[in-house]
């Protein structure tokens, strides 16, 4: 018989993905057209992810893209509000698959996220890029511009936390 997700698993992701939401207002740089850096918002769906896994992670992003959206929304069409909010967010539950490994667990879950919406700004915002630049460059480039610095502060968080509890808060449970 399957596992479902525990009570406890739910109640710790309702509280990580509040926490997520409170840092995700703290904008440190806003891009012109949409995404910022955060003091580290991503992190607590990170740890998650890497606690309890790739289904709790990739539920907890999913929800936490819903709220993204409910903050501030940017949508032009059906199919980029799914690439920008549920399934970009969602991604960051990949995590959960590389639990040993959290610093790689975190740069290929931000990597999803990145992805997700690069194929978005290429489909629904090739518009912006300059004339003569390629849309998939413009794209990467931007959404780089505040998603790796975001990347690089969750690794310093990630660590200072794995360091600073001995590994115990990144601990797999359940």
Avoid: C
């Avoid at 891009?31 to 998650?48: D, E, F, N, W, Y």
């Avoid at 931000?110 to 849309?135: K, M």
């Amino acid at each position: 018989m399957r596992k479902g997700i525990t009570v406890h698993a739910l109640v710790e992701a309702a509280v990580l993905v509040a926490l997520a939401t409170v840092l995700s207002v703290i904008v440190v740089y806003r891009a012109p057209q949409g995404g910022s850096v955060t003091p580290a918002s991503m992190v607590p769906l990170l740890v998650l992810a890497l606690r309890r896994g790739p289904r709790v992670g990739v539920m907890a992003g999913v929800v936490y893209g819903f709220l993204q959206l409910l903050i501030e929304p940017m949508v032009v069409h059906w199919a980029q509000l799914v690439l920008d909010y549920p399934l970009a967010f969602g991604l960051l539950g990949l995590a959960g698959f590389l639990g040993r490994q959290p610093y790689v667990a975190v740069v290929v879950a931000i990597a999803g996220r990145l992805a997700s919406h690069v194929v978005s700004g290429v489909v629904f915002f090739a518009a912006y890029a300059p004339p003569g630049v390629d849309p998939w460059v413009y794209s990467l480039v931007y959404n780089s511009t505040y998603l790796v610095p975001e990347m690089a502060l969750s690794l310093v968080v990630v660590f200072l936390l794995n360091a600073g509890t001995r590994g115990q808060i990144l601990r797999k449970v359940g």
